[in-house]
């Protein structure tokens, strides 16, 4: 039997450890195209300022992007250190995207991001800037090629369970590439990281315009941020409606919890926009918008939403129809050529991730009883109220950026970008805002996921290694303990670079070097022996 | 599946080879940085000095590790129960590496902000230790695959790993452990000495000639060894194009077992040799001066040894010591056939690519690292 503690522990490293790991990423997104557009502005007028600019907003995402590196290393092994039967059950769809993930994004942006900071005085203006873009590109195309594999995690596409290598094997490569979910996730995603970087800039910005320092380099940040923020955010709520219209074609149970609908409601749905739980766990006092539910979610007005009561009696109908298929499986095990189980399986293999779910209660899933059934069918409804909640938090603060930076760009382009200094100093108290907005966003992406690791394949609980608890113990507090004291260092050493500005030119001289630039540049001529 | 122009045997033994291709492209790319990462606090005795040794890898090295990342995708995509088995069943040494590892991007950034010595001194040993500790324990690990590993596979493929890890320090994986270091240790310094001068160059240069005598003398006894020890051999059938299941064959333990393929393919023996020759001629060309030489006899030193471990064990991957017939190998650990043959146009399409820029970012920073040139530049480490 599966040991639930390792099980619980597993998920609670991942999603710390995952979650750490996003902090760094949205800011390496944005800042990224943040520093292109500055450099791109240094090379089309020559102002030194931009360059001064892009150096000092490289300063930090510098820092920032050693932190990226440092955790994301962890995430490439985790899957096969924590959820080996994942990694076995799915590699052979999941693995592609992240190997080509290294091969096309990763190794690009770390293999130029070294060139980003040393090659300054190594390389002419044109071709630093070009480094700059392949770096940022870099870190677009990481983001791209990881919502394919979690998107195929949410909308299993292009692929079958072959029941003789026990797992599901990729029948369709264009279809995993092409999921509907993962494009939707990606551009969702990596215009959240472009409100990250112009929100990070903007305070950072503000508070340098609210004491008087750095006045021009802080004006012209400010309104590169304010005009790349305002797309921003009008492409994360747009997009992330696009998300929710095409979670409800595979995930419906996920947009009821979310909506903490337990009755299937007739078309056109309502949008509840505050609810409390009654003793139930069931929506009591309510504020409901009529019709917006249903038009978010099936741009219809005449499709129902199915209700979590509904979805989970459907659950009870593909538990019972996955026994049969988990039955058909063993028959093929014990004798491959049986072609009476394998016509069974065929049909019925899509629901055998759901009974799998009976796996939690015991060990031949064909045998289980009405009441384990129903059990297992109450399994798949993921936890409803923290992901009401979470869901409005991120909602209701991508709503605000909106309005947010669209006041910032009309004062922007009438020129008053340091007059106003209660906006000011609210613009730096925002500056934490996107991370709880973008957390919030995977919390829901991932929780709402439950029960299922692959939605309607794979049970989460099934997926895990087996470990002992020890295991992860020891290694859930070594994460805990390194990521808090490298997060302290972080801060502190951000809020110094912060503090002592921009640099004002990009070499200083050492004394008596007058020439320092030159002598910077490579020794080129006779390099007979390595660098001699 | 008609389709796919190359059979499902050819695949599996290409993507076997080119996982050997990112392995050891790792081993060398990352060696050189993990190298002189292990010798920083030895080598390089003041913060000037160690500033040098630094700024000498830190343009490049976070594109070197991304030959290890590439590496575990690979193995994820390419042969995921592989995957799956040994990254589970090493838990705790992979926890050990991955935290050493974490050190080294942050002890990079963060090291060169603070001026006080105390806080420059603790990051030095985080960074060697971010060298140091992932160049042996990924040699310990290669060690305990020579060994077999204790997991046993279920009808279901779940693996269950029965060993802990003390376990994993087993005399004959410490002595592979520390080849693993010393000819990665003999890497970095023949770096430092290309690209420095001085009393950091001598020192790295006794220290290279060191080490790399170290690796020699090691990786000879490792070969004796594995003469005298248990190896795994195949004994039944393995049909290269069957769909994976690791219970369908036996495996037996015969003694030296680890030689039986240079004697069915004699030219295997190439890798042995290249690997004692090559460390050889580095440390000769570390006594002569010869920088370039050094440099690359050490490279193609590490070239030899870890493709000797590969061919010793060919056809397996991660032998099992309790439930032998459990052990995996190319032929019944891989990919379907489709994933095998999309992940190879990928493969061939972006690596090329990768080694083309990965050269150009190489050629721009050319050059020798010195103190006068470090303090121009605000983004030096």
Redesign the interface.
Known sequence: MIDMTVVELSRWQFAATAMYHFIFVPLTLGLSFMMVIMESVYVMTGREIWRKAT?FW??LF??N???G??????M??Q????W??Y???V??????P???????A???E??????F???????SKVGHLVVTWLTAIGANFSALWILVANGWMQNPVGSKF?P????M???D?MAVIFNPVAQAKFVHTVSAGYLCGAVFVLSISALFLVKGKHVELAKRSAVVAASFGLAAALSVVVLGDESGYVATEHQKMKIAALEAMYHTEAAPAPWTLLAFPDENGEPGFQISVPWVGGLITTRSFDQPLPGINELVERAQHRIRSGMVAYQALQEI?ADGSNAEARAVFDERWADLGYGLLLKRYRDDVQNATDEEIAMAAADTVPGVWPLFWTFRIMMGLGFFYIAFFALWFYRASRGWIDTNKPLLWLTVFLLPTPWIAIEAGWFIAEFGRQPWVVEGVLPTFYAA???SVL?LV??LS?FVL?YTV?FV??VI?MV??VRAGP?DK?????EG?ED??M??L???PA?????? | MSTIPLDYETLRLIWWLLLGVLMIGFAIMGGRDLGVGTLLPFVARTDEERRILL?LI??????N??W???G???????F??L??????GF??A??VI??A??????G???RG??EDPRWRATWDWGLFIGGFVPSLIMGVAVGNVLLGAPFHID???????TGNFFQLLMPFALLAGLVSVGMIATLGATLIV??TDGMLAERARRYGIWSGLATLVLFALGGVWVAVMNGYVVTSVIDPNA???PLAKTVELVQGGWLRNYGTYPWMIAAPVIGLLGVAVAVLGLQRG???TA?LAAAAGIFGIVATAGVSIFPFFLPSSTMPNAGLTLWDAS??H??LF??LL??GF??PI?VL??AW?FR??????TG??L??????Y
């Open positions: 150096l490289g300063t510098g820092v992007f050693a932190m590196v440092a955790t994301g290393i962890v490439e092994f899957f096969g250190m924590n080996s039967y990694s076995h059950y590699g052979d769809i999941f693995g592609a992240l190997a080509i993930e290294g091969l096309m990763f190794f690009l770390a293999t130029f991001i070294g060139l900071f040393f090659g300054w005085d190594r390389l072959n003789d290598t026990m797992r094997e990729i029948t490569f095990r290694s087996s470990l295991d020891l290694s070594f390194l490298l260092i972080m050493l110094r670079i640099k990009l070499f200083t001289p050492s070097d320092f630039v002598a910077a490579p020794a080129t390099t007979k022996e390595l660098g001699s | 700024n830190g343009p490049t090295w976070e594109g590790q991304v290890l990342i590439l575990g995708g690979a193995i994820f995509a390419a995921p129960p995957y799956a088995v040994s990254f589970s838990y705790l992979m926890l991955l935290l590892l974490i050190l080294r991007p942050v990079f950034k963060f902000k603070v009808d279901t493929m779940r693996m269950f790993y290309g690209r769909p994976i299941n010869l920088k370039w440099y990919s379907s489709l994933t999309v992940m990928a493969t972006f690596l990768i820029y990965t970012v721009v920073m050319r050059g020798p690292v006068q040139n303090g121009k530049n605000p983004n030096a």
